[in-house]
């Protein structure tokens, strides 16, 4: 079946400006994460949705960073007046969700942003 | 204290021997564990997943859980040039779906 799907696949950016990055879970998936990966850095933890749950955003490095889940599905990543330290893989993962079960997470192809 | 600790490598092994990756974690109470494997340029994909002590195989590969010294192994049989990746360890404080820590991964060279 289809993975997680990710849009765009890069994205070059001037310092100041808005993105959205838009995460599609794999279908019937109800938990959904934000994770970003830097340049010879681990995978940071952004943000979490599970179901109709209010978000875990306790990994957001600043309020400049916002995330959506809409129908339960797919996810916006906004990131308001991009810095450069903001460059870096923008991971997206989701997984069965099912609560008080064994969870595994599947991640898409991630969008590349760099911000000049 | 980092929370998951990983060799940063790389680690250069020979085709056909067997690769030995290791990861430790702070949290006692974390709950499951497991290796992702990156290629140059691409996202994490599942290897392995382990919740109790003891070793899991599956195929080439066999993931080993250690609860009580916080530790957690991967090691690769018969290691081909294909597997010349970074090797993430990841670890969930919870059984269920909560975010992952991850280690920030050991490179591995498999030379043919």
């Known amino acids: 079946g289809a993975g997680v799907s990710q849009s765009p696949s890069n994205k070059v950016t001037e310092k100041g400006k808005d993105v959205e990055l838009r995460c599609d879970p794999i279908?019937?998936?109800?938990?959904l994460y934000w994770y970003r990966q830097s340049l010879g850095q681990g995978l940071e933890f952004l943000i979490y949705?599970?179901?109709?749950?209010?978000?875990?955003k306790s990994g957001l490095p600043s309020d400049r960073f916002s995330a959506e889940r809409t129908g339960g599905s797919v996810s916006t990543l906004t990131i308001q007046r991009t810095q450069q330290e903001d460059s870096a893989v923008y991971l997206c993962?989701?997984?069965?969700?099912?609560?008080?079960?064994?969870?595994?997470?599947?991640f898409g192809p991630g969008t590349r942003l760099t911000v000049l | 204290q980092k929370e998951v600790e990983q060799n940063s490598g790389p680690l250069s092994v020979p085709e056909g021997a067997i690769a030995s990756l290791n990861c430790t974690y702070s949290?006692?109470?974390?709950?499951?564990f497991f290796w992702y494997r990156q290629y140059s340029g691409k996202s994490p994909e599942l290897i392995m997943f382990?919740?109790?002590?003891g070793d899991k195989e599956d195929g080439r590969f066999t993931a080993q859980l250690n609860k009580a010294s916080q530790y957690v192994s991967l090691l690769i049989r018969d290691s081909q040039p294909s597997d010349s990746a970074t090797y993430l360890c990841?670890?969930?404080?919870?059984?269920?779906?909560?975010?992952?820590?991850f280690g920030k991964g050991t490179r591995l060279s498999v030379i043919a």
């Open positions: 279908s019937g998936h109800t938990a």
């Open positions: 993962a989701s997984s069965p969700g099912v609560r008080g079960r064994r969870d595994t997470q599947y």
């Open positions: 949290d006692r109470g974390s709950q499951s």
């Open positions: 990841a670890v969930n404080r919870n059984s269920g779906n909560t975010p992952l820590v």
């Open positions: 949705f599970q179901g109709n749950s209010a978000p875990d």
């Open positions: 382990i919740y109790s002590n």
